[in-house]
């Protein structure tokens, strides 16, 4: 059985005042320079009004809705995909 590993990100919400700021936050580790996380799906029910996204079309209608409190919810494969990004640091979400 394959574990479906997911990102948990969100429009960042200094971005409307500093247009120079970075456009996404996500759950990243604590190292230097941080990892965005990648946790196993099923382990993210906490988040209960996070939005799943499944394709590039999707994350653009939901991106600017989101927030820390409203987050999108995307795999590790589509974030690689649309976002660039490549290294992760695996962790099972602790509340």
């Known amino acids: 059985m394959t574990t479906d590993l997911c990102c948990v990100v969100w429009l960042n919400p200094s971005r409307s005042d500093h247009p120079q700021s970075r456009l996404l936050q996500a759950l990243t580790s604590?190292?230097?320079?941080?990892?965005?996380l990648s946790i196993p799906r099923e382990e993210l029910q906490a988040f209960k009004n996070?939005?799943?996204?499944?394709?590039?079309?999707?994350?653009?209608?939901?991106?600017?809705s989101s927030?820390?409190?409203s987050p999108i919810i995307i795999s590790t494969e589509?974030?690689?995909?649309m976002l660039g990004w490549e290294d992760f640091?695996?962790?099972?979400?602790?509340?």
């Not at 589509?78 to 995909?81: I, R």
């Not at 640091?89 to 509340?95: C, E, G, P, S, V």
């Open 89 to 95: 640091q695996f962790t099972h979400y602790i509340r």
């Open 67 to 69: 927030s820390p409190e």
């Open 78 to 81: 589509l974030a690689t995909e």
């Open 50 to 64: 996070a939005t799943y996204i499944y394709s590039e079309d999707d994350f653009q209608k939901k991106l600017n």
């Open 30 to 36: 604590h190292g230097t320079p941080p990892k965005p």
